[in-house]
């Protein structure tokens, strides 16, 4: 019975199943691809960054097939709603190409009329409308948007449900952890995270800290690249604009967390809304400047988001 349950149990920690991906993507069977519309507008930057946090790239209408499915996505017929497209030429102006490299001239999509005018000589992103055209339009403006991925043949989806490699499951406390080592800002680690998934670790108990330790441990300095702090990186607590009431990103005091073991001298003064939540290579916190880019530590569930199979 115990061998049987083992085994089970080993089967479904590590799954290798052809066509899976997250629940929040949806998959299109003539695309052969998964795809998400975002509901809130972004500027482009953000979308394509958003997008490929989640592990997939901002959709553009590369094939029939693709057209047909972000416009089924989107659900309006008329041309004052538009989405952004991942068509850009952010780098070098007037060079248009999708996140992926194909050039605009292999999209085989109507312009909308007047365009593209490229007005005010400012625009350089091209968005889709509810009419199935396209525009240029300045990349700083905000649109809603579509997340797309294309169906690898075997995609692995860890026992962290993810397909990011780089989460792994800590038994001891039943969570999965990714140590970001490029520097990011509070916020943009904070979107990380979330894009993934998870959250800014919260350290729920000393066995935790013990665990966001030794992870750390294995990151020495030599292996980070840039000039920032590296006897440091960002959790998830943060004043909330409210000074010394320091709480965990999910609303929680420290202590009500579980965790609340600072460094000699820390927390110390700062300016409210400017205190972000640090842990040492000791394992002892730390607040920090959210502006200063620092390394962060991500916690994910096993279970969320949900892992979908496509279905073929
Ligand atoms: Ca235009
Ligand atoms: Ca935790």
């Known amino acids: 019975m115990k061998t049987?349950?083992?085994?089970?149990?080993?089967?479904?920690?590590?799954?290798?199943?052809?066509?899976?991906?997250?629940?929040?993507?949806?998959y299109s069977l003539k695309a052969q691809a998964w795809f998400k519309f975002v509901v809130v507008p972004a500027n482009w930057f953000d979308a394509r960054l958003r997008c490929s946090e989640e592990g997939a790239v901002l959709a553009s209408p590369t094939s029939p097939e693709i057209l047909v499915e972000m416009r089924n996505l989107m659900n309006r017929s008329y041309p004052e709603f538009e989405i952004f497209t991942g068509i850009h030429a952010t780098v070098s102006q007037g060079d248009y190409y999708t996140i992926e490299g194909t050039p605009l001239s292999k999209i085989a999509v109507p312009w909308s009329?007047?365009?593209p005018d490229n007005k005010d000589n400012v625009e350089s992103c091209i968005a889709l409308n509810g009419n199935g055209e396209l525009a240029d339009r300045p990349c700083e403006v905000?649109?809603?948007?579509?997340?797309?991925?294309?169906?690898?043949s075997?995609?692995?989806?860890?026992?962290?449900?993810?397909?990011?490699?780089?989460?792994?499951?800590?038994?001891?406390t039943n969570k999965c952890y990714k140590?970001?080592?490029m520097p990011r800002n509070f916020s943009r680690a904070y979107l990380a995270c979330s894009a993934?998934?998870?959250?800014?670790?919260?350290?729920?108990?000393?066995?935790?800290?013990?665990?966001?330790?030794?992870?750390f441990a294995k990151y020495p300095d030599a292996k980070f690249f840039g000039n920032f702090r590296k006897d440091l990186a960002f959790i998830g607590f943060q004043d909330w604009g409210e000074k010394w009431?320091?709480?965990?990103?999910?609303?929680q005091t420290l202590l009500e967390a579980g965790y609340n073991k600072f460094a000699p001298g820390e927390p110390n003064d700062w300016t409210p809304g400017e205190a972000c939540g640090g842990i040492f290579r000791s394992?002892?916190?730390i607040d920090v400047w959210c502006n200063k880019p620092a390394p962060f530590f991500c916690e994910k569930s096993t279970g969320f988001p949900n892992v979908c199979k496509a279905l073929f």
């Open 113 to 115: 009329e007047n365009e």
């Open 283 to 285: 394992g002892l916190l």
């Open 4 to 26: 049987s349950l083992k085994y089970i149990v080993l089967l479904f920690s590590i799954n290798f199943i052809e066509g899976s991906f997250r629940c929040d993507y949806k």
């Open 245 to 251: 009431d320091l709480r965990t990103v999910h609303g």
């Open 154 to 172: 075997h995609v692995e989806v860890s026992e962290c449900g993810t397909v990011d490699p780089e989460y792994h499951l800590d038994k001891r």
């Open 142 to 152: 905000t649109r809603p948007y579509i997340c797309y991925r294309p169906e690898a």
């Open 179 to 181: 140590f970001h080592t």
């Open 196 to 215: 993934e998934g998870g959250h800014l670790a919260i350290i729920n108990s000393d066995v935790e800290a013990t665990v966001l330790r030794e992870l």
